[in-house]
Structure formats: C-alpha cells, structure tokens
C-alpha cells in the first residue's frame, strides 16, 4: 500500500475530505468527501490537489447552466446542431450513434463542453439557415478542421449507407450503396459503393452507355 498523507478535514473547492476509502484499480488512493450541496463523492488524491475536483458535479452543471443563459444560445438556431451531434457521438442511446461514437467518432475538445465556441465557428465558416454540419473525413472528428455546411442533398451523397433510400437505381444492402436495375424481367446489379455520390457517378456513367453491362 502505498503512504500518503491524510487529507481528511481538509477542503478542495466545495468539498470537504472526509476519509479515505481505499485504492481504485489505478492505485491511485480515494477519498470520501462532501460536497457543499450535501452530496458525497469519490475523488482521487490528484484531482482534489491539482483542482481537477472541486465539487461533485454540481458546480460544472451551475456553470454551464450560467453560460447557456447568459450567452442565450439555448435559444440559437445553432444550439441544437451543436446537441445533436454531441449526443450522436457520446449518447448511446441517441440516433445513428452507432455510426458516430459507436466508431470512435468524438467532438473535439473545444467544442465538447462550450456550444458557444461552436457558434462562433459556425457563423464564421458558412452556417446559413437549413444547412447541415458534415465531416469532410467521415472517419474524422467533429472538429474546426474537418467540418463545413452543406446542403441536405450534399449531405446525403456523402453518407454512409443507413436506413431505406428513395433514389432511383439505388438500394443498400448490407452497409453499401448497391446501383442495380431491371433489364428484360432481370435485376441486374452493376456494383456495390461506399457512398451515395459514387453510386450517382456509376448511373451516370452507365446511362451514358445505355444500361449496358460491363464486365469491370
Ligand atoms: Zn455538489
């Protein structure tokens, strides 16, 4: 066991050690403390003296509610954008997370916590009413670096295939864009891609030459 000292009675932002508790997995030594909210924590010897730690939670939650607030972006137009696609990549719950944080895709760090910071960004590259925020890298993160606005439709041509698909020649199947059309009673398929917009270029490309099927 490794000696340390006892910080109990002592005081770290709200909190107040109470006593030690053991060690984590980590060995990394705990300690009980309340919290000026009257909550009990956990907290390890380095978060409480590097001031990682200074409350239970209550004090981040009293400082983002501030923020939101005062800078009304609860009300902007971007807020939810800015929602969205943290739930996408952090909720498992949320919708399509399996395509965003179920990959390891994540917000980065100056967004994560701060939707004004994402704001700003926003109406400084582009945002306009009724676009939608896309990663240039669909294996990137949500960052300054990898993302824009772009239509719906520019959107949707970049997408990985998900749920039904309402474009002529085109149905997914098994995580692919598949272009596939009926000549004479048959279906024939002319290919399997990654995104919508390749599928596109294929039909074009194939309408050129009539439907007819290469041997590629
Ligand atoms: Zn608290």
Not at 99 to 120: H, L, Q, T
């Amino acid at each position: 066991m490794s000696v340390c000292k006892d910080l109990a009675g002592q005081k770290f932002g709200r909190l107040t050690v109470l006593f030690r508790n053991g060690s984590n997995k980590h060995k990394k030594v705990i300690w009980v403390c309340l919290c000026e909210c009257g909550k009990i924590t956990n907290v390890i010897t380095t978060n409480l003296k590097n001031g990682d730690t200074k409350s239970c939670g209550c004090m981040q939650k009293e400082i983002a509610s501030k923020m939101l607030t005062k800078h009304g972006f609860a009300n902007n137009i971007l807020y939810p954008i800015w929602q969205t696609m943290k739930q996408r990549c952090s909720n498992s719950k949320a919708n399509g997370y399996k395509y965003y944080g179920g990959r390891g895709i994540s917000v980065c760090k100056e967004w994560e916590n701060n939707p004004g910071a994402f704001i700003k960004w926003a109406q400084n590259n582009g945002y306009k009413n009724g676009l939608q925020i896309d990663r240039i890298d669909n294996d990137k993160n949500y960052c300054p670096e990898n993302c824009r606005f772009v239509t719906h439709r520019e959107n949707s041509l970049n997408r990985r295939p998900y749920g039904k698909i309402s474009v002529k020649h085109v149905s997914i199947k098994r995580g692919k864009y598949i272009v596939e059309k009926r000549i004479n009673g048959k279906t024939r398929n002319f290919g399997s891609f990654q995104t919508l917009k390749e599928a596109e270029i294929k039909i074009n490309s194939l309408k050129r030459n009539n439907w007819v099927e290469s041997n590629e």
